[in-house]
């Protein structure tokens, strides 16, 4: 009895002991896993600390390379900028560079023009002065030879004119002697125009001139004939004073309508020395 108990007692202590080494054991294993948990867990932070850091810099990294590149393309425009402000700045100047160009060629232009023109002015002054000279000249020169020709014709008619006391006689015989030319070509076809001539004379110029053709006889005159007939008789002066001569001179005959007149010359406003109205005549 005495053996059993101890036995029991050594049984039971036996089985704290187990009892206590075992939650000892499952303390220690406790621990064990909860410092391994711990280990894992202060390892997971450490990783996710160093995830989050690795995060961090990468987008530190990319926000710097985004501000980069951000600057890089701030730089580009503002590059591009400036050099389309030269090259507007550029062209500017240089499309002021042709207008003050053509301005000043477009003045240079209007002086010469200017300038010619004056020259022209004066040139065509002149020629005009030259030609009215000239134009004079000739004038006076044919009134000379126009008066030669008269003093000349009076002269001739002089020496064959016999004197006689019969005056109507005498006009009949010259008058028989001495025929008209235009009166025998009025009887003939004619044509008529203006033509240019040449005046002769020291300038020789060229002058339009009313002409006709009669037959082959070409006659021109100064200004076209605005009457029915015209042309150069000789008429015989009807002097009545005691020194008066009635010689025969050569005379512009004009007739309009029933009006023969008769001029000094063929030229525009001559002198008209006298009218004969053919419808009153008998």
Not at 107 to 116: D, F, I, L, S, T
Not at 150 to 173: C, G, R
Not at 234 to 256: A, E, I, Q
Request: net charge negative; aromatic share 4%; proline share 1%.
């Amino acid at each position: 009895m005495c053996s059993v108990v101890p036995q029991y007692e050594r049984g039971r202590a036996a089985r704290g002991l187990l009892k206590k080494l075992l939650e000892e054991k499952r303390i220690e294993e406790e621990r064990i896993r909860e410092e391994q948990r711990r280990r894992e867990e202060e390892q997971r932070r450490e990783m996710e600390r160093l995830e989050q850091q690795r995060r961090m810099e990468e987008l530190e990294e990319l926000k710097k390379k985004a501000e980069e590149e951000a600057q890089r393309k701030r730089a580009e425009e503002e590059e591009r900028l400036r050099k389309e402000e030269e090259q507007k700045q550029a062209m500017l100047a240089k499309a002021r560079e042709i207008e003050e160009a053509r301005r000043i060629e477009e003045a240079r232009k209007a002086e010469v023009e200017a300038k010619r023109r004056q020259e022209e002015e004066e040139r065509l002054r002149l020629e005009e002065e030259e030609r009215l000279k000239a134009e004079e000249e000739e004038r006076r020169r044919l009134e000379e030879a126009e008066e030669d020709a008269i003093s000349q014709l009076d002269n001739a008619l002089k020496q064959t004119e016999e004197v006689s006391d019969d005056e109507e006689e005498d006009d009949e015989a010259f008058i028989e002697r001495s025929p008209s030319i235009i009166d025998k070509s009025l009887e003939l076809p004619y044509k008529e125009s203006y033509l240019t001539m040449k005046e002769g004379g020291l300038l020789n110029l060229w002058k339009r001139h009313w002409c006709i053709l009669r037959d082959e006889t070409l006659m021109w005159f100064r200004a076209k004939l605005e009457a029915l007939k015209a042309g150069w008789l000789l008429k015989k002066g009807g002097g009545t004073g005691t020194l008066s001569r009635r010689n025969w001179k050569r005379r512009w005959f004009v007739l309009k309508d029933t009006i023969l007149s008769y001029h000094e010359n063929d030229a525009e406003g001559a002198k008209t020395l006298g009218s004969i109205d053919l419808k009153n005549c008998q």
